[in-house]
């Protein structure tokens, strides 16, 4: 039995929990971290040393990271579609995945943590600005390649770029802020909405 270690309300866990879903997996989930179990506790960094979720045990194996987890977890079960075998494809599903990890995941944070979940840690005007805007310029990028090459982020399929770029989306789409309007990221929203994998993990009451 595959056993995931992370609170659900944690982006990166949800990202698991969505691609799971997705490949119609079963799974046993422990709550770790803010607000449940303190991932210091020496158990939990002898399977991830830097004590933040998720983490899977699938058999004897341990995985954190969650994307190397959505990676190892298509794989394993022969998904192609979400991570194609081909060469310059799964380059693709790479390059924006990246783009997710180093980028577009990083700009909403401060935003997020100040505006929706009002974390008096992160209280500073001048941070939060700057990270919407941030959040912005990269929606701004997202929004000129989809309206091209949709409806998915590499074209006709959606691949495990879209459970990155698709969690961000959502952070995006229910940040209280004004936002510039981009139609074709709306469209792609409501198109990862219509996903039943998506929706139970993604949804504006548990944000
Ligand atoms: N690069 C890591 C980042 C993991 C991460 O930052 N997780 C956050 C939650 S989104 C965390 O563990 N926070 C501390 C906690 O919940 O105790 C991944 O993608 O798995």
């Given at each position: 039995m595959l056993t995931i270690l992370g609170r659900a309300n944690s982006i990166n866990v949800r990202k698991v929990l969505w691609l799971c879903g997705e490949l119609g997996l079963e799974y046993e989930r422990e709550d770790w971290g803010q607000g449940f179990?303190?991932?210091?506790d020496p158990d939990y960094l002898a399977l991830n040393p830097n004590g933040l979720v998720p983490v899977i045990r699938d058999g004897d194996f341990v995985l954190w990271e969650s994307d190397a987890i959505v990676r190892y977890l298509a794989q394993k079960h022969g998904r192609d579609d979400l991570y194609p075998a081909g060469l310059e494809e799964r380059a693709l599903v790479e390059q924006w995945m990246n783009w997710y990890g180093t980028g577009f995941g990083q700009s909403f944070r401060y935003a997020f943590h100040a505006l929706i979940r009002k974390n008096p840690a992160f209280a500073d005007q001048a941070k939060i600005e700057e990270s919407l805007r941030a959040c912005a310029a990269r929606v701004a990028t997202l929004e000129a390649h989809l309206a091209r090459n949709g409806p998915y982020v590499v074209g006709q399929d959606f691949t495990l770029a879209d459970i990155l770029i698709g969690a961000g989306v959502n952070r995006w789409m229910h940040m209280p802020a004004d936002k510039p309007p981009c139609s074709a990221v709306a469209a792609y929203y409501e198109r990862l909405s219509e996903r039943p994998a998506y929706r139970e993990w993604f949804n504006s009451a548990n944000a």
């Open positions: 179990r303190d991932t210091s």
